[in-house]
């Protein structure tokens, strides 16, 4: 099992990124994807999550409105579209597996999680 979480970078306030897990040795339609991110000195929080079964989608109370997680299961990829980006969103963003439908995201605690990819640093400055 693999993820890989690529598509960050260097956006201004206000502007717009997508990220891109891709994951392997499993697919989407069988263990929901959830996104997670990590700023310095603060613990790892779950920001979206979508589910295998339906599509499910769920999002921290930060991202409502602003984040869209989306997948591709011919690809076998998820993407999240961040919009409106603050400062606040700086941080490095990882993508997971979550064979409980988004349990840990719903629930906020990252125990539910067997695999997690690397991530990609989003950094949100003028």
């Known amino acids: 099992v693999q993820l890989q979480a690529s598509g960050g970078g260097l956006v201004q306030p206000g502007g717009s990124l997508r990220l891109s897990c891709a994951a392997s040795?499993?697919?989407?339609?069988?263990?929901?994807v959830a996104w997670f991110r990590q700023a310095p000195g603060k613990e790892r929080e779950g920001v979206s999550c979508i589910s295998h079964s339906d599509g499910s989608t769920y999002y921290a109370k930060s991202a409502k409105g602003r984040f869209v997680s989306s997948r591709d299961n011919a690809k076998n990829t998820v993407y999240l579209q961040m919009n409106s980006l603050k400062p606040e969103d700086t941080a490095v963003y990882y993508c997971?597996?979550?064979?409980?439908?988004?349990?840990?995201?719903?629930?906020?605690?990252?125990?539910?999680?067997?695999?997690w990819g690397k991530g990609t640093l989003v950094t949100v400055s003028s």
């Open positions: 997971a597996r979550d064979p409980y439908r988004c349990e840990a995201v719903v629930s906020g605690t990252n125990s539910w999680i067997d695999y």
């Open positions: 040795g499993f697919t989407l339609d069988s263990y929901s």
